[in-house]
């Protein structure tokens, strides 16, 4: 199994508050995702790194923001939380073979 | 932009026997990749196969195997001696390569797969 950790696996939050979802990798891969998974959606992408300081956005980015200092951690920040964003979020990085491997998963709720 | 569609939202299948899931895909690329992911209760993603669109080949990994048809932008995936632990949410996944990097993967919807005793 690919060394990926999310914290924290589980959280519950009041609207309007900030969360920082935290992705970390022992892989040393350059690349790292951050998705969503809604019921009838599957996952969509919301930002992605192709290296320490360098992100893009995906196609549910409105609301979210991200940084990675280091190559080993991505963070996804939800700055204002709201109900929309109760969702599981997954983190999942790729190296040289293009193939996405997954972190556990966090579920969030905003209350 | 590419879309994957999932045409099975749910299936079932008694254990032992042989199972296969489908998936169309749309896209107006020649070079892509192909997956197959596996979601147990447990939630985590697993990868059960990949297949590279300029490969002829099916991909095969033990009782997993794909039927990949190009032309028809089709992409079925077959379970053999299907077992309990093959029960979870399948989804099929299309990612266009890009040089120097990675992109994105673009899910279906999935396709949820009961195994019975």
């Known amino acids: 199994d690919a060394g990926i950790t999310q914290s924290p696996r589980h959280k519950v939050t009041e609207t309007g508050t900030p969360v920082t979802l935290r992705c970390h990798q022992t892989e040393n891969h350059r690349y790292m995702y951050w998705y969503r998974q809604d019921p009838g959606h599957g996952l969509r992408l919301i930002h992605y790194s192709y290296g320490v300081k360098d992100t893009d956005k995906g196609e549910v980015s409105d609301g979210y923001s991200v940084s990675r200092s280091k190559t080993e951690d991505f963070l996804l920040t939800l700055e204002s939380a709201t109900s929309s964003q109760t969702s599981v979020y997954f983190c999942?990085?790729?190296?040289?073979?293009?193939?996405?491997?997954f972190g556990p998963g966090t579920r969030l709720t905003v209350l | 932009a590419q879309t994957v569609t999932q045409s099975q939202p749910e299936m079932s299948v008694q254990e032992a026997e042989t199972v296969t899931l489908s998936c169309t895909y749309d896209t107006s690329e020649n070079n892509y990749y192909l997956f197959w992911y596996k979601q147990p209760p447990s939630r985590q993603m697993i990868l059960v196969i990949r297949?590279?669109?300029?490969?002829?080949q099916n991909a095969t990994e033990n009782r997993f195997s794909v039927n990949f048809q190009k032309a028809a932008k089709s992409f079925s995936l077959k379970i053999s001696d299907s077992q309990l632990g093959d029960t979870a949410m399948y989804f099929c996944?299309?990612?266009?390569?890009?040089?120097?990097?990675?992109?994105?993967?673009?899910f279906g919807k999935g396709t949820k797969l009961t195994v019975n005793p």
């Open positions: 999942a990085i790729s190296g040289l073979t293009d193939t996405q491997y």
């Open positions: 297949q590279e669109a300029y490969k002829q």
């Open positions: 996944a299309f990612m266009k390569p890009t040089q120097g990097g990675s992109e994105k993967l673009v």
